[in-house]
């Protein structure tokens, strides 16, 4: 008896017709490259479920532990495979049941008899593992309509397949089957919720990150490469694109007045966004941004900063309140991650007052005295590309 | 010099030894600092708390000083951070005296703890136990084996009473990590493990835990998650956590504490103070009318190396908490020995005790 299989439920994709086949395809290679480092998996995927198989029990655990966070799934169940004799089953029965909560549970079995060789009536084999399975576990009462748990045993020419627990997926869509974009990420609260939320839609991710050192220190860029790592684990690897972003943001700084830099700024990033959506074909560019929230973040400021493109910026959290943000991002796992308080290249050149109500005309003509466009391309050339996730190259390996 | 008095303290691994070394030479930077060198030395620290966490199988690690220091954290951090929802507080008479020091203190301070009795095998009453739990315990400790006698303290069956209650449990695992596994379902609320039971080092332990709040007891800079201020010394992490990863149980000591019971039981006036059952690598004797320093002091010309039944009661006159609480009777309870294997003990050494024995015997009966 061993559990070296995961039937896994697709999810909303049951319903999009055409491109059903494309979306499963997409599920079965996320998959497959999300746990391409444990090896040992094989992935068969049909037309309404998909498999996962493996003979390691310390694999199984890691694709237990990390599947639940893959978009495009429902649910999934592990399933226990044990040899055709009824004693093998019953007892396979009773692991399966023992790892789940059963505490006031109702409960039946349900078999399916594909092998018709089998010298058993699905009675007398419901029979059988139902009266092993109360005698073991007490607290179970039987309850045929609607029980709380089920056990399904499947009984196939090469063995029988039990199941019961149901772990509930992440929902959403593939992703990648929603195209590409790319997603500013600052490193504070809410450029990955926004990023998250992207990837839900089954929308792939690319990552870019402007680094100002020395103003902004390697803690800064580790928390941002943390934040990135969360990220690829939601179905899709990503690619980090960290820009040097200092030279322009002194050159900002010395061209344009105080209080109309940060909007200055947020153009220049945009600019150089643009350019690297176009280099990585990326469809449109993501960030954080919540209405009133800072300076920069009223429609004013939007407007600025929009003009400097053509190609769609995204912003799905414009309406969210902060707390629900927050609440996210602590699901998510990169709320204690932005919280760690090293400075990030739009915290360090903050002016005091910094316009929230910019004139894009008077941005313009602040602008206008210096091209930025060299600065601007050798920015995007100089940039560092890091993929997520990271191998997990253990350099300690000896040490530890 | 044959050493079997490994529940006193292990020599260190030369593997732990190492690490030791190279990460003092290495990666002597403070995690906390921001450049880069604080950063690698970071890095470590952080792959030696993920590897500790795997290998517990449980959620948060605070590195201390040892056994004493994280029982005192998990003792008056939880009291302290609990005293809203009750002040009872229930242990066992056998329990370390870091704990039951501890629990004195948190008398002091308004606690109510109720001390449960043991048998004459050192076990606690699951009944008893039951009874003394009310809606305001907010904490049992346990010790999982005992340092003196080795007697073995039902985690699971506690752990499953608990199920259900807000009663947070937490167990000393000093003696039983590396020997004697504890089942993944039965892990407790807190966990106390030292590194030097475990071929570890001297002034390095972990108080691991899963989610529940805690009060800090040592104040300063905040280190490790504001539990446990203080420059974190990341070589002693790193040796931790080699230890703990090397740590195994070794299924020769069954046979030897067997083989030792058995040998035991042919002398007149000696007796197996440990209880049928006991961890295997923990085996207390005691011999009658023979004062416990008398047998370690024998032993000792035979070139073997045993203690009276803990090291901390060694300097006291006084027979140990632990005997007294068993009922020892009195010819025997002066006289008691702790023999205890580690990962370096062999089959030879055994032969070698029993021969010293059999020859100081000759002289004291």
């Keep these: 008896m061993k559990t070296n299989q995961i039937l896994v439920r697709y999810g909303e994709l049951s319903t999009k017709g055409k491109n059903r086949s494309s979306f499963i395809g997409r599920l079965r290679d996320n998959i497959r490259q999300m746990f391409a480092d444990l090896g040992s998996i094989r992935v068969k995927a049909e037309r309404d479920r998909m498999f996962i198989f493996t003979d390691s029990e310390e694999d199984m655990q890691q694709i237990l532990e990390r599947l639940p966070k893959v978009f495009g799934i429902q649910s999934f169940s592990p399933v226990t495979e044990t040899v055709l004799t009824m004693e093998a089953m019953q007892e396979a029965a009773i692991v399966v049941i023992d790892k789940l909560d059963l505490e006031g549970k109702t409960f039946k079995v349900n078999v399916n008899r594909a092998n018709k060789d089998f010298p058993h009536e699905k009675l007398e084999i419901m029979q059988a593992i139902g009266s092993s399975v109360l005698r073991n576990f007490p607290e179970l009462t039987v309850q045929m309509k609607k029980p709380d748990i089920e056990l399904k045993v499947d009984i196939r020419e090469n063995g029988a397949f039990l199941m019961a627990e149901v772990i509930q997926g992440a929902g959403g869509l593939p992703v990648g089957a929603g195209g590409k974009a790319l997603l500013m990420l600052s490193g504070g609260i809410d450029s990955p919720v926004a990023g998250y939320h992207m990837l839900k839609r089954g929308v792939r991710l690319e990552l870019i990150h402007f680094f100002s050192p020395p103003f902004t220190n390697d803690r800064a860029k580790e928390k941002v490469f943390d934040l990135a790592e969360k990220l690829s684990h939601f179905g899709s690897s990503v690619n980090l694109h960290v820009i040097p972003f200092t030279e322009l943001q002194q050159e900002v700084h010395k061209q344009v007045p105080d209080n109309i830099t940060m909007t200055s700024t947020r153009r220049m990033m945009m600019k150089i966004a643009d350019l690297v959506l176009a280099e990585t074909k990326s469809q449109a560019i993501i960030t954080g941004e919540s209405l009133g929230q800072v300076a920069s973040q009223t429609l004013e400021s939007l407007n600025a900063i929009n003009a400097v493109t053509n190609s769609p910026v995204l912003r799905p959290l414009i309406a969210a309140d902060k707390l629900e943000i927050i609440e996210t991002a602590q699901k998510i796992g990169t709320y204690d991650i932005s919280i760690r308080p090293f400075e990030d290249c739009c915290t360090i050149f903050t002016p005091a007052n910094p316009k929230t109500k910019p004139k894009l005309e008077k941005v313009e003509y602040y602008e206008n005295f210096v091209s930025f466009d060299e600065l601007i391309q050798e920015a995007v050339q100089n940039r560092e590309v890091i993929k997520f996730p990271r191998k997990k190259e253990n350099k300690f390996e000896d040490l530890l | ?365």
Excluded at chain 2, 270 to 298: D, F, Q, R, Y
């Design chain 2, 1 to 365: 010099m044959i050493y079997l008095d490994n529940s006193a303290t292990t020599k260190p691994r030369t593997e732990v030894l190492e690490t030791f070394m190279k990460a003092n030479e290495q990666y002597y930077a403070n995690p906390a600092s921001l450049h880069q060198m604080g950063n690698e030395a970071e890095d470590l620290l952080e792959n030696a708390r993920e590897q500790i966490k795997r290998i517990l199988n449980m959620e948060h690690v605070i590195f201390t000083s040892g056994g004493t220091e994280s029982n005192n954290l998990a003792l008056f951090g939880a009291a302290r951070a609990n005293r809203h929802r009750g002040k009872h507080i229930i242990s066992s008479a056998t329990e370390h005296p870091s704990v039951l020091n501890s629990l004195k203190e948190l008398e002091k301070e308004g606690f109510e703890i109720t001390i449960l009795n043991v048998n004459s095998s050192g076990e606690i009453s699951l009944d008893e136990l039951k009874n003394a739990l009310r809606n305001d315990t907010i904490l049992v400790s346990l010790m999982h084996v005992n340092n003196e006698i080795g007697t073995i303290h039902p985690i699971a069956e506690v752990k499953a009473l608990l199920q259900g209650s807000r009663t947070l449990l937490h167990v000393d695992a000093v003696q039983s990590i590396g020997k004697i596994q504890l089942n993944a379902k039965s892990m407790p609320d807190l966990l106390t493990v030292s590194g030097h039971k475990i071929h570890g080092l001297k002034g390095s332990g972990v108080l691991a835990f899963n989610q529940l709040e805690l009060s800090a007891v040592q104040f300063g800079g905040g280190q490790e998650s504001g539990l446990r201020s203080g420059t974190v010394s990341v070589p002693h992490a790193a040796a931790f956590a080699k230890a703990l990863r090397l740590a195994e149980p070794n299924p020769a000591f069954a046979d030897w504490n067997k083989e030792l019971r058995e040998f035991f039981s042919e002398f007149a006036g000696v007796k197996v103070v440990s209880p049928n059952g006991a961890a295997p690598h923990i085996l207390a004797v005691a011999v009658k009318g023979v004062k416990g320093e008398i047998l370690v002091s024998g032993l000792q010309t035979e070139s073997v190396i045993v203690s009276t039944s803990s090291a901390c009661s060694s300097k006291n006159k006084k027979a140990s908490h632990v005997i007294e609480a068993i009922g020892l009777s009195r010819e025997y309870k002066d006289g008691v020995m702790r023999i205890s294997f580690g990962a370096f003990t062999t089959a030879e050494d055994i032969a070698r005790l029993k021969e010293a024995f059999a020859n100081m015997h000759k002289l004291i009966k």
